[in-house]
């Protein structure tokens, strides 16, 4: 058994003025996201500069943070949030949901394809491989506010958060779990995969899979938020049942790719 090191949420206090390090988790993710972005924009034949990696990060760091806020009302609590709407603000308290920041990062980036004459796959091929550095650190940012941990376990590493659990039961650190496969296994697979020429659609179909199954799998062993619980027997959640479209969808963008996917060599968008 493991104690959380029980951080303070907020990492500095001047007067009125907080911050939370689940804020600067966030700017961690994008000012991360861009760097890679510059980088991979600046290999040969990228057809992507840095202020287009400036705007299209701008763009989509609008879809994440309306569609994740959104999408946790939407999709999790909106009762509460229709008693005490003040709070829908208060995205430094947690409260962020993936698939519903996924959703705002789809319409971002049609925009800016639309801005950009390009096509929606071009935009969302070069983004899909910055994703897990925000993911993981996003993640991080739950860890440290003591949230999203899972189900009571034996495990050597199991883990007992005292600010948020009163049982003070050791549970799977299941928001550790999901900043290791999100975030940094998730980047190696897509670095990687991207970093040879690939079909249109390739990438985005391997960031959904992979996404999608890792999110579907952490939730075998963490707990539902208790408002809503689960949806059938003591396994089936909110997040798995989203995350199966994902997976599906990315599938069936890698067939569509075809067998040129997994050998590296690129073919003409249709």
Not at 29 to 39: A, P, R, T
Not at 111 to 132: C, E, G, M, N
Not at 205 to 234: K, N, T
Not at 261 to 266: D, I, K, L, N
Request: neutral net charge; aromatic residues 14%.
């Amino acid at each position: 058994m493991i104690m959380h090191p029980n951080m303070d949420p907020v990492a500095l206090s001047v007067g009125p003025l907080k911050v939370h390090w689940y804020g600067l988790m966030y700017l961690v993710g994008f000012v991360g996201g861009y760097w890679l972005g510059v980088y991979r924009a600046g290999q040969p034949g990228s057809g992507w500069n840095r202020d287009e990696v400036s705007d299209l990060l701008f763009y989509v760091a609008l879809g994440v943070i309306l569609g994740g806020r959104l999408g946790y009302v939407l999709f999790y609590n909106l009762p509460h949030y229709l008693e005490q709407p003040q709070e829908l603000l208060y995205i430094w308290t947690g409260g962020m949901s993936f698939h519903g920041g996924l959703v705002g990062v789809i319409i971002a980036m049609a925009l800016y394809a639309r801005k950009t004459s390009r096509t929606f796959l071009q935009v969302s091929d070069f983004i899909a491989p910055l994703a897990p550095l925000g993911l993981g650190a996003g993640r991080i940012g739950n860890f440290i506010n003591q949230e999203l941990w899972g189900k009571a376990s034996d495990l050597p590493w199991a883990m007992v958060f005292p600010r948020t659990d009163p049982t003070l039961v050791p549970r799977h650190p299941s928001m550790l779990y999901e900043a290791l496969l999100e975030g940094v296994v998730l980047f190696v697979v897509l670095w990687s995969f991207s970093g040879r020429a690939r079909p249109s659609g390739a990438v985005s179909g391997l960031f959904l899979v992979c996404y999608g199954l890792f999110r579907i799998l952490v939730e075998l062993v963490r707990l539902p938020d208790a408002h809503i619980g689960y949806l059938y027997a003591d396994w089936l959640t909110v997040g798995q049942v989203l995350s199966i479209p994902m997976v599906l969808f990315g599938l069936w963008l890698m067939l569509r790719a075809g067998p040129e996917a997994s050998a590296g060599t690129a073919r003409p968008s249709q």
